[in-house]
T-cell receptor, first 111, second 113 residues
């Protein structure tokens, strides 16, 4: 599987912008996913990047650099409800058969 | 909407008991997965299945087995539960036709005493 690293936790204030980074090993790369998981709930899909560059989806954007093995999730105009764990994930070398997840970044948004 | 349903949200079992965790999806997905999630360790893949009666080991299959007799149902079995299997278990499914997005169930929190 892929080795995926992301920060354990981050804090930010309401209305601010936060960037959550993720690095992964580049061999056998097949795309990079971001999921959001609120406490006590199931993870839900946020974004998928397979090509370099920024993909914007409302307040959330995801960036990928395949040569650097690097991605980030950008959250703008933070709201209290954005407090959650953000999981970076990548398929294994065999393609989409399985997803390997990072340990997640717990984001706490304060007033 | 895709719905992935896990049979029990909370279970408490004793060491040595046999435990069945059931998962059903209603979108005719080919692929189904069992993960466990633990603080500081994240989501780890136990087993997955890409077709009826087919199963593949994930990263941490020891102490677990699975069953996929019907396309919509994927069961996780703990033959003899141990305290280190206390965890949150998440089932997921995925279609071969999409980009790899997983749809998760609500999770089953298992406590082994």
């Amino acid at each position: 599987g892929q080795n995926i690293d992301q920060p354990t936790e981050m804090t930010a204030t309401e209305g601010a912008i936060v960037q959550i980074n993720c690095t992964y090993q580049t061999s056998g790369f097949n795309g990079l996913f971001w999921y959001q998981q609120h406490a006590g709930e199931a993870p839900t899909f946020l974004s998928y990047n397979v090509l370099d560059g920024l993909e914007e989806k409302g307040r959330f954007s995801s960036f990928l650099s395949r040569s650097k093995g690097y991605s980030y999730l950008l959250l703008k105009e933070l709201q209290m409800k954005d407090s959650a764990s953000y999981l970076c994930a990548s398929p294994g070398r065999s393609g989409y058969s399985t997803l390997t997840f990072g340990k997640g970044t717990m984001l706490l948004v304060s007033p | 909407d895709v719905k992935v349903t896990q049979s029990s949200r909370y279970l408490v079992k004793r060491t040595g008991e046999k435990v069945f965790l059931e998962c059903v999806q209603d979108m005719d997905h080919e692929n189904m997965f069992w993960y466990r999630q633990d603080p500081g360790l994240g989501l780890r893949l136990i087993y997955f299945s890409y077709d009826v009666k087919m199963k593949e080991k994930g990263d941490i299959p020891e102490g677990y087995s699975v069953s996929r007799e019907k396309k919509e149902r994927f069961s996780l079995i703990l033959e003899s539960a141990s305290t280190n299997q206390t965890s949150m278990y998440l089932c997921a499914s995925r279609s071969d036709r999409n980009t790899g997005e997983l749809f998760f169930g609500e999770g089953s929190r298992l406590t082994v005493l």
